[in-house]
C-alpha cells in the first residue's frame, strides 16, 4: 500500500512564525497535493506539484509556499502564521489521479496562537 | 453552482438499513469519480472509484454512476455503526489538460443508529 507520511500529527505555533509541514511518500508518485479542511468549507487545494522542483496553485495559495526538491517529498511553508491558517492540513498523493484518486497522509493539525 | 454538490446531512438510518448517499456535478464531461469516508478527526480515505454509467459492487458498498444526468450515488447495505462518517464525493473534470485535480463536494454526514 502507498504510504503518505506526515511528520507530525499536532502543532502548535505563535503568530508570526515560520511554520514547516513536510510529506513524505514512499511509491515513486509524481502527483503530490496540499489541502486544507475547515467545517463547513471542505477540502480546499493549497498548492499541488507534478514533477521535482514544479508546483503550480491551487485554489488558495496565499500566505503560503511549498518546496518540492526530491520527489518523495513535498514540503508546505506558512511563510509567517497567523491564525486564520489555523486548520487542519492534509498532504495527498497520486500516480494517476483520474485512474486511482488520491492516497491522503494522516493529517496535520495546526493551530497558530 | 458548485461544481460537485451533495447533502451536507445528517443522513440517519438505522443498523442494518441502506443508506443512499448522493452526488452531483456540473461538468459533462467528467471522466472519474470516487466516494471517500472520512472519519472525525482522521484523513479521508478511498472506499469506491466508478469511470462508467452503471453500477459497480464491492461488499457492502455500490457506487452507480448515470452521466445522463450527473449524478453519481454511493449504496450501503447492512449498515453498522462503524459506517458513521461523513462521505466525500470526488469528480476529475474534463478542463483543458486537466488529468490531476479531483474537485471536492463538501461531504455527507451518515449516522447508523444501533
Known amino acids: 500500500d502507498v504510504k503518505v507520511t506526515q511528520s507530525s500529527r499536532y502543532l502548535v505555533k505563535r503568530t508570526g512564525e515560520k511554520v514547516f509541514l513536510e510529506c513524505v511518500q514512499d511509491?515513486?508518485?509524481?502527483?503530490m497535493f496540499w489541502y486544507r479542511q475547515d467545517p463547513g468549507l471542505g477540502l480546499r487545494l493549497i498548492y499541488f506539484?507534478?514533477?521535482?522542483?514544479?508546483?503550480e496553485k491551487g485554489d488558495i495559495p496565499e500566505g503560503y509556499s511549498v518546496s518540492r526538491e526530491k520527489k518523495e517529498r513535498f514540503s508546505l511553508i506558512l511563510e509567517s502564521a497567523s491564525t486564520n491558517q489555523t486548520s487542519m492540513y492534509l498532504c495527498a498523493s497520486s500516480l494517476n489521479p483520474r485512474a486511482e484518486g488520491y492516497t491522503f497522509g494522516s493529517g496535520t493539525r495546526l493551530t497558530v496562537v | 453552482q458548485k461544481e460537485v454538490e451533495q447533502n451536507s446531512g445528517p443522513l440517519s438510518v438505522p443498523e442494518g438499513a441502506i443508506a443512499s448517499l448522493n452526488c452531483t456535478y456540473s461538468d459533462r464531461g467528467s471522466q472519474s469519480f470516487f466516494w471517500y469516508r472520512q472519519y472525525s478527526g482522521k484523513s479521508p480515505e478511498l472506499i469506491m472509484s466508478i469511470y462508467s454509467n452503471g453500477d459497480k459492487e464491492d461488499g457492502r458498498f455500490t457506487a452507480q454512476l448515470n452521466k445522463a444526468s450527473q449524478y453519481v450515488s454511493l449504496l450501503i447495505r447492512d449498515s453498522q455503526p462503524s459506517d458513521s462518517a461523513t462521505y466525500l464525493c470526488a469528480v476529475n473534470p474534463l478542463y483543458a489538460g486537466n488529468n490531476r485535480k479531483l474537485i471536492w463536494g463538501l461531504g455527507t454526514s451518515l449516522a447508523v443508529n444501533p
Open positions: 511509491m515513486d508518485h509524481e502527483n
Open positions: 506539484s507534478y514533477d521535482v522542483k514544479m508546483k
